[in-house]
């Protein structure tokens, strides 16, 4: 069992420009949740998805967007890139919304210019 | 919402010292993690204990809910253990919308 899965592992981008990362949970689980991580802080909850829905979301602009599929791949979508954005995106699964214990991928830096 | 506060913030150990690293959160909580964040980035779960104690190898930790802190152990450290190590909260059972301490940055040297 592969664990979660995120792709790319880095990313560059320019300020004002769209970025598409991706996440596939740990085999089994079915629920997606996406953290934001910057230099030096611990990371910080965007948004959680099951049953292709949002279900809960974090203090985060409607820059940031997402996707859950029906296999429960999940996409974190953030346009008009801002310096700030430049962070460690870490996705995480588990067995369902109400599981007490989260699997974290090993992340996706991105950069923006 | 929770506000989640760690100490110390950065530890300095020799190989095979004990150390006690501290989470303090500031409302009743019904989910709570430790984690180790390794050099690369990868976050591994220590432990999920919203309460009572539990022991895992040289790790070990406690949560005594009522007084709202938990504490994770580290025995007869390796340089291994080099990292950072958080603390996670959430209300709710739901893990997923939990909120993180700023972590304690442990160095362990040879």
């Known amino acids: 069992d592969a664990g979660v899965t995120q792709s790319p592992t880095h990313l560059i981008k320019t300020r004002g420009q769209q970025v598409t990362l991706r996440c596939s949970p740990k085999?089994?689980?079915?629920?997606v949740s996406w953290y934001q991580q910057a230099l030096g802080q611990g990371p910080q909850f965007i948004f959680q998805?099951?049953?292709?829905?949002?279900?809960q979301r974090g203090n985060f602009p409607d820059r940031f967007s997402g996707h859950q599929f029906p296999n429960y791949s999940s996409e974190l979508n953030v346009n008009a890139l801002l310096l700030g954005d430049s962070a460690l995106y870490l996705c995480?699964?588990?067995?369902?919304?109400?599981?007490?214990?989260?699997?974290f991928g090993p992340g996706t830096r991105l950069t923006v210019l | 919402g929770i506000q989640v506060e760690q100490s110390p913030p950065d530890l300095i150990l020799q190989e095979g010292a004990n150390s006690t690293l501290r989470c303090n959160f500031s409302d009743s909580v019904n989910n709570l993690q430790w984690f180790h964040q390794n050099p690369w980035g990868q976050l591994i779960n220590l432990f999920y204990?919203?309460?009572g104690t539990k022991q895992n190898g040289r790790l070990s930790a406690t949560t005594v809910a009522t007084e709202r802190y938990s504490l994770l152990y580290i025995s007869s450290s390796q340089t291994t253990d080099s990292g950072v190590y958080f603390c996670a909260v959430a209300p709710s059972a739901n893990a997923g919308k939990s909120t993180f301490g700023d972590g304690t940055t442990l160095t362990v040297k040879p």
């Open positions: 998805y099951y049953e292709e829905e949002e279900r």
């Open positions: 085999s089994g689980h079915d629920t």
């Open positions: 995480a699964s588990s067995l369902s919304p109400t599981s007490g214990t989260l699997l």
């Open positions: 204990i919203p309460s």
